[in-house]
């Protein structure tokens, strides 16, 4: 129909329809909106997950000054030279990222997850002291210490100082609790194994050790039951201390060995002590006890209940030759 102008009237009702469209429109998209942050999603917030009394927002400055996503994938962003990380702390927990991420050159022993297990913080996260239970919490670190406990990676050692470590760990707890719809995928289990290859690769979900031959001691092994030096160098070695302390005078996490022994050692109370066996091993037992200028104390576990004196003598002996 036309108006006498020639217009159609029914051009201001298909206006209003239009309007009325976009008005509804605009009403979903804003009930959407408020709805996607509604807390009742239980989505988790950076902020508000902590570890070790840092948060998670300090953590991702740290993940992404060390450009971490140029080799890792992380809630599906990033690379895939390494592993995903977005689950880490969910499957290996916080005691094997502590033993870990200060030295990640080496795949860490249980030795070391179990020092890592007496700092109050890692046990807080863990919600147990005991190896045993933590592993059965957290059956990737079971996994990675049972197939790769002690080996090389292909990871650089990072210059990661106790705070940025457990900001990382901060950081990776908050992604582990992201409701992240499945990602990332589990791979299908596959349990045949080509012809061929029995006893060279390992069926899923049993150990490596399990299929490969017992090996034969060593001439090592037994040099070091009589090279008191050589035992020590091990036994720092599968106690995880070199993720801290560099066998120069390098500074990290905690001390340089290198030279230490016999010379003088300035502490935090303004104090001076010679490193004598005396002060190696109660550094050892009783980390706090004398604390090293320039370090902050309750950062290294007391390794009291850990190492029996024919051990400790051992240790002794090998920073003494340092």
Known sequence: MSCLNGTDCREPAKRR????????????????????????????????IQYGGVDAVEGKRVFQAYNCMGCHTIVGNGAYLGPDLTRIHATAGAAWLAAFLPSAGGWPTSAAVRVQLQNPAVREDAGTADLQAYLQRHPGAAERLEQRGGQHTLMPNLPLDAREVTAL??????????????????????????????????????????????????????????????????????????????????????????????HEVQLADGTTVTADEAYLVRSIRQPDA?????????????????????????????????
């Open 17 to 48: 329809a239009a309007l009325a469209v976009l008005a509804l429109m605009l009403a979903i998209f804003l009930l959407l909106s408020v709805w996607s942050f509604l807390p009742s999603r239980g989505q988790a917030i950076p902020d508000a």
């Open 290 to 322: 004398q604390i090293v200028a320039g370090y902050p104390p309750h950062v290294m576990p007391p390794y009291d209940a850990l190492i029996d004196e024919a051990d400790m003598q051992a240790i002794v002996a090998y920073l003494r030759s340092l």
């Open 169 to 262: 760990i901060a950081f990776l707890k908050y992604t582990s609790t992201l409701h992240t719809e499945g990602w990332p995928p589990k791979p299908r289990e596959d349990r045949r194994i080509p012809a061929g290859l029995t006893g060279q690769m390992p069926v899923a979900g049993q150990a490596a050790a399990t299929i490969a031959p017992a090996a034969a001691p060593t001439a090592t092994a037994a040099t070091q039951a009589q090279d008191p030096v050589a035992r020590g160098r091990q036994l720092v070695a599968d106690l995880g201390c070199v993720a801290c302390h560099a066998t120069d005078q390098k500074r990290t996490v905690g001390p340089g060995w290198g030279g230490v022994s016999g």
